[in-house]
């Protein structure tokens, strides 16, 4: 098995953070080879996901449309006041795989991968093993 994890720091309550450089140096430190890059996010009020890394307008309207479909003042039961940063994690997953070929991410041509920080700032981990 090989893999690893490391750490990012988010600096505000909600982003998208374009993690593919940390994930492409990883594997070519590791020599990765070909496979499936399986990426894991631990934490309950942050995701993961694929989109577009060329206009960060994208990353703009998800947020914002996350904000508006997820109301903050909806009467939650969980009383630590984050129930809509547990909703928009469950909404974004809590993994991505992508295919590897001679130790690279095969992403098309527009696609980063981002971890979504719903409930920062904070530092958070991200894993990931290569099958
Ligand atoms: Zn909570």
């Not at 039961?77 to 547990?86: R, V, Y």
Request: with cysteine; hydrophobic share 40%; net charge negative.
């Amino acid at each position: 098995m090989q893999g690893g994890e490391f750490s990012i720091s988010t600096s505000r309550r909600m982003d998208l953070i374009d993690i593919t450089p940390q994930i492409s140096q990883a594997l070519l430190a590791t020599g990765a080879g070909d496979g499936l890059c399986f990426i894991y996010n631990p934490h309950t009020t942050a995701g993961l996901t694929i989109n577009e890394g060329a206009d960060p307008a994208v990353r703009d309207d998800i947020l914002a449309v996350f904000k508006q479909i997820i109301p903050q003042d909806y009467p939650y039961k969980h009383l630590e006041g984050n129930s809509p940063a547990h909703i928009m994690s469950s909404l974004m997953g809590s993994s991505v795989t992508v295919i590897v070929e001679n130790d690279l991410l095969r992403l098309g041509t527009w696609q980063k991968i981002y971890f979504c920080e719903f409930d920062g700032p904070r530092t958070r981990k991200v894993l990931w093993r290569i099958s």
